[in-house]
């Protein structure tokens, strides 16, 4: 990767579009068409911007006649503000991409609520008792699954809601849609269930978990699902014969868990560097199979994670505020912002131009990569 900036400025200051929350952002979404980013807040709100960018990298990029020397010019004007909702819940509330470009997001009342690009929001029918604790969509079955912590419910193109018959009593925190959304997977408090969702809705598989889940990710292709733990690790299953291990050995909570479809590989926040593996030789049965030595080992653990959607690069945020987007399986990296608050979410878009973040102290930032940094 080309590192070009201009001097005295970070690649943060010169290519990202940031704003201040109130509160803490804890997490970001991008609307399926890549033309919006919502950031939840700590304090029940949510802030929407436009990624469209009124002055992008490539408008700022500049080349020298005598050195052919790249320099980027930083931007001459605000960026336009965030549009920011009433308060929907008591904390962070659950958010996931809809529609085209909107945003489903699970309210305080029991209601998923329909949050539109310009900051409308509108009630759906999809309502059930207590606060929504975790939602998930599937576009391509029109399904919406949210939890109330305990039970969890179904609404097919927003159907009545049905309730999922467990066995016994769960306390959920976390559900999961397979690519194809005909698969649910959701936390039990002893453990995950994966539930088939696309006609009957009966329970085929479960596995046991260590801890609690903080995090639960399919890969691209449904064949893997990896879950974040609170301690020790993730766990790493394989729904079609049942193969699970715990990928252990993490001095922090797994908070998040990614994968990279280019590079066949999976991905863990929690150590003190970028951690992964590829999956042409999983650690089912050895940690250290198919690792991959990615970016540089530091003594401040790694908060977040984000694959490149198309790209063999993955971005990680650290709890001294430095973000580095590096080259799977290199220790070649960019260091996009050296330090500030912990960095508490990132998310690619689509089309894998622009990285949103997070931060404790409520900054929500943009970050837009030129393609000539990825050259």
């Given at each position: 990767?080309?590192?070009?900036?201009?001097?005295?400025?970070?690649?943060?200051?010169?290519?990202?579009?940031?704003?201040?929350?109130?509160?803490?952002?804890?997490?970001?979404?991008?609307?399926?068409?890549?033309?919006?980013?919502?950031?939840?807040?700590?304090?029940?709100?949510?802030?929407?911007?436009?990624?469209?960018?009124?002055?992008?990298?490539?408008?700022?990029?500049?080349?020298?006649?005598?050195?052919?020397?790249?320099?980027?010019?930083?931007?001459?004007?605000?960026?336009?503000?965030?549009?920011?909702?009433?308060?929907?819940?008591?904390?962070?509330?659950?958010?996931?991409?809809?529609?085209?470009?909107?945003?489903?997001?699970?309210?305080?009342?029991?209601?998923?609520?329909?949050?539109?690009?310009?900051?409308?929001?509108?009630?759906?029918?999809?309502?059930?008792?207590?606060p929504v604790v975790a939602i998930d969509h599937s576009a391509g079955?029109?399904?919406?699954?949210?939890?109330?912590?305990?039970?969890?419910?179904l609404s097919r193109a927003h159907d009545d809601v049905v309730k999922?018959?467990?066995?016994?009593?769960?306390?959920?925190?976390?559900?999961?849609?397979?690519?194809?959304?005909?698969?649910?997977?959701?936390?039990?408090?002893?453990?995950?269930?994966?539930?088939?969702?696309?006609?009957?809705?009966?329970?085929?598989?479960?596995?046991?978990?260590?801890?609690?889940?903080?995090?639960?990710?399919?890969?691209?292709?449904?064949?893997?699902?990896?879950?974040?733990?609170?301690?020790?690790?993730?766990?790493?299953?394989?729904?079609?014969?049942?193969?699970?291990?715990?990928?252990?050995?993490?001095?922090?909570?797994?908070?998040?868990?990614?994968?990279?479809?280019?590079?066949?590989?999976?991905?863990?926040?929690?150590?003190?560097?970028?951690?992964?593996?590829?999956?042409?030789?999983?650690?089912?049965?050895?940690?250290?199979?198919?690792?991959?030595?990615?970016?540089?080992p530091g003594l401040v653990p790694v908060e977040t994670v984000a694959?490149?959607?198309?790209?063999?690069?993955?971005?990680?945020?650290?709890?001294?505020?430095?973000?580095?987007?590096?080259?799977?399986?290199?220790?070649?990296?960019?260091?996009?912002?050296?330090?500030?608050?912990?960095?508490?979410?990132?998310?690619?878009?689509?089309?894998?131009?622009?990285?949103?973040?997070?931060?404790?102290?409520?900054?929500?930032?943009?970050?837009?990569?030129?393609?000539?940094?990825?050259?």
């Amino acid at each position: 990767m080309n590192q070009q900036t201009s001097h005295n400025l970070s690649p943060f200051d010169l290519l990202a579009r940031s704003w201040q929350r109130p509160a803490a952002v804890a997490a970001a979404c991008f609307s399926a068409d890549a033309s919006a980013v919502a950031f939840t807040s700590v304090d029940g709100t949510v802030a929407i911007g436009s990624v469209a960018d009124q002055e992008p990298p490539e408008s700022r990029i500049r080349v020298s006649g005598d050195l052919g020397q790249t320099t980027i010019r930083p931007r001459q004007k605000p960026p336009a503000p965030l549009i920011a909702t009433s308060t929907l819940g008591d904390g962070d509330v659950p958010i996931t991409s809809y529609l085209r470009s909107g945003f489903l997001v699970g309210a305080a009342t029991g209601r998923a609520m329909h949050l539109a690009a310009d900051g409308e929001v509108a009630e759906t029918p999809i309502n059930i008792d207590g606060p929504v604790v975790a939602i998930d969509h599937s576009a391509g079955t029109a399904t919406t699954a949210i939890t109330n912590g305990h039970d969890v419910f179904l609404s097919r193109a927003h159907d009545d809601v049905v309730k999922l018959r467990q066995a016994g009593p769960s306390s959920t925190h976390a559900i999961a849609f397979s690519p194809d959304g005909k698969r649910l997977a959701f936390d039990s408090g002893k453990g995950v269930s994966i539930w088939t969702v696309d006609a009957d809705l009966a329970p085929i598989s479960e596995f046991s978990t260590p801890a609690g889940a903080t995090s639960l990710r399919w890969s691209g292709d449904g064949s893997w699902l990896a879950c974040g733990l609170e301690t020790g690790g993730f766990v790493l299953a394989c729904p079609a014969n049942g193969q699970t291990a715990i990928v252990g050995g993490f001095p922090s909570p797994v908070r998040t868990v990614c994968w990279s479809r280019p590079a066949n590989a999976l991905f863990a926040s929690g150590a003190f560097r970028i951690a992964g593996w590829s999956m042409a030789a999983p650690p089912l049965h050895d940690a250290a199979s198919g690792a991959l030595e990615t970016g540089r080992p530091g003594l401040v653990p790694v908060e977040t994670v984000a694959a490149h959607p198309e790209r063999k690069i993955i971005a990680a945020g650290y709890a001294n505020g430095r973000v580095a987007v590096g080259q799977i399986g290199s220790r070649d990296e960019l260091v996009v912002k050296l330090s500030g608050s912990a960095i508490t979410a990132l998310a690619w878009s689509g089309d894998g131009q622009h990285l949103a973040a997070g931060m404790v102290d409520g900054t929500a930032a943009i970050i837009t990569f030129p393609a000539l940094l990825f050259k």
